[in-house]
């Protein structure tokens, strides 16, 4: 049986998914690169997993509210504005998922993927940020699985438009949020190719 951790960052991000020959176990990382890393961490290190799936919500500034996306290469915007020699900051997401095939051949299929932009602030000001989408944990998830040789794959729902958007909005869009990723997850069966 395999053993599948999904990730939310907050209560209100959570769905009930399920997946066949799999014992499921959601964990509440918390909001932040630090807490979601540690959370994280310290789940793997009591029960190695054989796949991290993060689901949540993400901001955005080149699609559209309501979209679902996959994320396959990972950015931490706190990192790259330094830009110090030998510290990493972007994290090819391919890579945390490639010895699964069905999965890689799935993902290189689905049309909405690319760039999460991952920092430690709530973006609400129209910056120039490289990435699709913009989250606060998703790098450092993918940082740790990556030291831990586990596949992770980073599932969001966009709701909202970074400069255009509030919190407030962000709070009101959650109920969405869920109801469309439990719809999008049950449709898709991305876990049965675990």
Same mark, same amino acid.
């Given at each position: 049986m395999k053993t599948i951790f999904i990730t939310h960052a907050v209560k209100e991000e959570f769905i009930p998914i399920g997946a066949a020959n799999s014992a499921i176990k959601h964990i509440y990382t918390g909001v932040g690169k630090t807490k979601s890393a540690h959370i994280l961490t310290k789940n793997i290190c009591q029960l190695k997993p054989d796949l991290v799936l993060n689901i949540g919500t993400a901001g955005t500034l080149k699609h559209q509210i309501g979209d679902i996306f996959i994320s396959t290469h990972f950015i931490d915007r706190d990192y790259e504005t330094i830009r110090l020699p030998g510290l990493e900051f972007e994290i090819d997401g391919q890579d945390l998922f490639h010895k699964n095939l069905p999965i890689k051949k799935w993902i290189d299929k689905y049309e909405k993927k690319g760039i999460c932009n991952t920092g430690d602030s709530f973006v609400t000001?129209?910056?120039? &940020?490289?990435?699709?989408? &913009?989250?606060?944990?998703?790098y450092t998830q993918a940082f740790v699985c990556k030291e831990f040789k586990i596949p992770f794959i980073s599932v969001k729902y966009i709701t909202d438009i970074i400069g255009q958007n509030s919190v407030e909005l962000w709070e009101s869009k959650l109920k969405d949020a869920r109801n469309s990723l439990e719809k999008w997850f049950d449709e898709n069966k991305l876990l049965s190719l675990i």
């Open positions: 000001n129209a910056e120039k &940020i490289n990435g699709d989408i &913009i989250d606060m944990e998703a």
